[in-house]
């Protein structure tokens, strides 16, 4: 079964509202999580490393005030996508890892985000 | 030029056929990832490597660190194999650097 779940799978917003995405890790302890962004037919970008009980790091170009993460816990990291417009409309997807180098990666399921 | 190269972009396929999957990187790595997304957008992570050959089922992928390839292999291909497949690469840090993907279908 699935180890990290991504929560809502769809949603579809209105312009300037804000949307909140929750990434689980279910059965371990993810100190670090990562949140990625996919436009249609191309490859994913990491647009942040979220790490529990600290700022998280974001990647060049990505606005931190657009994009707010909180990583309040060992198990959930969330990502609020703010006063959303068309243009953020895209699938997002997290993945965390195990505490230990050579676990594997576990991917949540992405959530496709439309702003209308 | 992308530091992760996948080829081909694109791959059909009859049912049965063996597929071969390329990735070449250009950087330094601990570890590099194959990862199979499928229509709906779920990522599943099928190897993690750093050297050698892993083998999962039909799947096969080998890494040869000196010459910066990897390699994804299916054999017995079936149409429910039908799937972006991506190979990502860790640069030293938890950090993933993904190539662009290869899309495969396979017809029954």
């Known amino acids: 079964g699935a180890v990290v779940s991504q929560h809502p799978s769809r949603v579809i917003c209105k312009s300037g509202t804000s949307v909140k995405i929750e990434c689980r890790s279910l059965d371990f302890q993810a100190t670090t999580m990562f949140w990625y962004r996919q436009f249609p037919k191309q490859s994913l970008m990491l647009m942040a490393t979220?790490?529990?009980?600290?700022?998280?790091?974001?990647e060049q170009g990505v606005e931190k005030d657009k994009f707010l993460i909180n990583h309040a816990s060992l198990t959930l990291s969330t990502l609020t996508v703010t006063s959303a417009h068309p243009e953020d409309s895209s699938f997002y997807i997290c993945?965390?890892?195990?505490?230990?180098?050579?676990?594997?990666?576990?991917f949540g399921n992405g959530t496709r985000l439309t702003v209308t | 030029k992308n530091e992760v190269e996948q080829s081909p972009q694109n791959l059909t396929a009859q049912e049965g056929e063996f597929i071969t999957i390329n990735c070449s990187y250009s950087v330094g790595i601990s570890a590099l990832h194959w990862l199979q997304q499928h229509p709906g957008g779920g990522i599943v992570s099928l190897f993690m490597l750093s050297s050698g050959k892993k083998k999962h089922g039909r799947l096969i992928a080998t890494i040869n660190i000196q010459e910066k390839h990897s390699s994804l292999h299916i054999t017995a291909s079936h149409p429910r194999d039908s799937a972006v497949y991506i190979c990502a690469a860790h640069h030293n840090t938890d950090k993933l650097i993904f190539g662009t993907g290869t899309r495969l279908q396979v017809f029954p």
């Open positions: 993945s965390a890892r195990d505490q230990g180098g050579n676990s594997p990666l576990h």
């Open positions: 979220s790490n529990e009980g600290s700022k998280a790091t974001y």
